[in-house]
C-alpha cells in the first residue's frame, strides 16, 4: 500500500491501527467503568466495542510527535497537550450537537468546564509515552502481517458496521432528546395547571365555604348543593391533573435498550436543557435495575434452598 507524505503510512495501515486503539480504548473505558460501578458497561457512544476517540487520539500522537518519541519529558508533554485541548474539543463539539455533556470532571480539582482535568491529562501523557514507545512498533507490525486480502474486507466490513452504529447511536440521543422535552414540556403543564387549578380551586372553596357557614344553621337542601359543587370542582381538578400525570409516567416508564443503554455507558451525562428530566429516567431505570437484581438474588437463594432440601 502507498504510503502517504509525513505521515509514514499508508490508509490501509492507518485504518487497522486506528481500530486496534479503539478497541483498546473501549477495553480502557469498561474496565474504568467495573471498578466504579461494579458492573459490565457498553462503553462508548457507539454500540460497538470501540471507542472511535482513543484510535483518533493515537493516531495523531505517532504521526504528529514521531520525530521527539525518544525524548521522554518533551513527547510526554507534548501528547498531555494534545489528548487534552482533543478532548476538550470532542466534549464541546459533542454537546453542541446533541445538547448533553457526555462526561463530567466536575468533582475533580482544577477542571475546566468539566470535561478536563490536571489529573486526566497526566494519565493521557503516560499513556501515550507507553503506547508511541513500547506497544505502537508492535501494532504496525502485527498490521503489515495481515494478509492483504483480508485486510481489505476486514475494512470494508468494519467501514459498513460503523456508519450503521453510528446512524443507530445518533437515532438513539435524538430519542432521548426528544423523550426528555416530552417529559419536561408534561412537566411545565401539570406544573402550571396545578397552580391555575388550585387557585381557582381555592376561590371557589372559599366562596363555597362562606356560603356554606350562611347556611349551616338552616341545614336545608342548599347545603347539599353546595357540597356536592364543592366535590365536582375537586373531581374536575384531580381528573385533569391525573390525566397529564398518566402521560408522563408512560414517558419516564417506557422501555427502549438504546436510550437506557446511553444512560449506563455515560452515567455522568448531564442534558443541558432538560437535566431535571434526565435524572427522572436515570432513577427510573436505576430503580429498575436494583429490582431486577433484588429478584434475581432472591431466586437464586430459593434455588440453593431447594438444593439443600434435596440433600
Not at 10 to 25: A, P, R, T, V
Not at 26 to 39: A, F, K, R, S, Y
Not at 288 to 302: H, M, T, V
Request: with cysteine; glycine share 6%.
Amino acid at each position: 500500500m502507498e504510503t502517504i507524505p509525513f505521515l509514514e503510512y499508508s490508509l490501509y495501515q492507518m485504518f487497522h491501527m486506528f481500530i486496534f486503539w479503539s478497541f483498546i480504548g473501549w477495553c480502557i473505558e469498561v474496565c474504568d467503568m467495573t471498578l466504579e460501578t461494579g458492573e459490565y458497561q457498553n462503553r462508548g457512544f457507539l454500540n460497538m466495542p470501540i471507542c472511535p476517540i482513543y484510535g483518533f487520539g493515537v493516531l495523531m500522537v505517532v504521526i504528529f510527535f514521531r520525530p521527539i518519541e525518544h525524548t521522554f519529558l518533551l513527547l510526554f508533554f507534548a501528547s498531555m497537550t494534545l489528548c487534552t485541548v482533543f478532548e476538550l474539543l470532542i466534549g464541546l463539539g459533542m454537546e453542541k450537537l446533541f445538547g448533553a455533556r457526555w462526561w463530567d470532571y466536575s468533582n475533580k480539582k482544577f477542571n475546566f468546564k468539566g470535561y478536563i482535568c490536571p489529573g486526566i491529562s497526566i494519565l493521557w501523557g503516560l499513556g501515550c509515552v507507553i503506547v508511541v514507545r513500547i506497544v505502537h512498533p508492535m501494532v504496525e507490525k502485527v498490521v503489515d502481517r495481515i494478509p492483504v486480502k483480508l485486510g481489505l474486507a476486514l475494512i470494508v466490513i468494519w467501514s459498513v458496521l460503523i456508519v450503521i452504529d453510528l446512524i443507530s447511536s445518533i437515532c438513539a440521543v435524538n430519542k432521548l432528546n426528544n423523550r426528555l422535552k416530552q417529559i419536561d414540556e408534561i412537566s411545565k403543564i401539570m406544573l402550571m395547571s396545578a397552580v391555575k387549578i388550585g387557585e381557582n380551586l381555592s376561590h371557589e372553596t372559599l366562596d363555597v365555604k362562606e356560603k356554606y357557614d350562611r347556611l349551616i344553621e338552616a341545614r336545608d337542601a342548599k347545603t347539599q348543593a353546595l357540597k356536592q359543587r364543592y366535590e365536582r370542582i375537586v373531581s374536575a381538578a384531580d381528573f385533569k391533573i391525573s390525566e397529564w400525570k398518566e402521560r408522563y409516567e408512560g414517558l419516564v416508564n417506557l422501555r427502549d435498550r438504546s436510550v437506557e443503554r446511553l444512560l449506563k455507558a455515560f452515567p455522568h451525562m448531564r442534558s443541558i436543557s432538560y437535566s431535571e428530566s434526565m435524572e427522572t429516567l436515570r432513577k427510573r431505570l436505576n430503580s429498575r435495575i436494583s429490582l431486577s437484581r433484588s429478584r434475581s438474588d432472591k431466586s437464586a437463594e430459593n434455588d440453593m434452598d431447594g438444593v439443600d432440601d434435596e440433600e
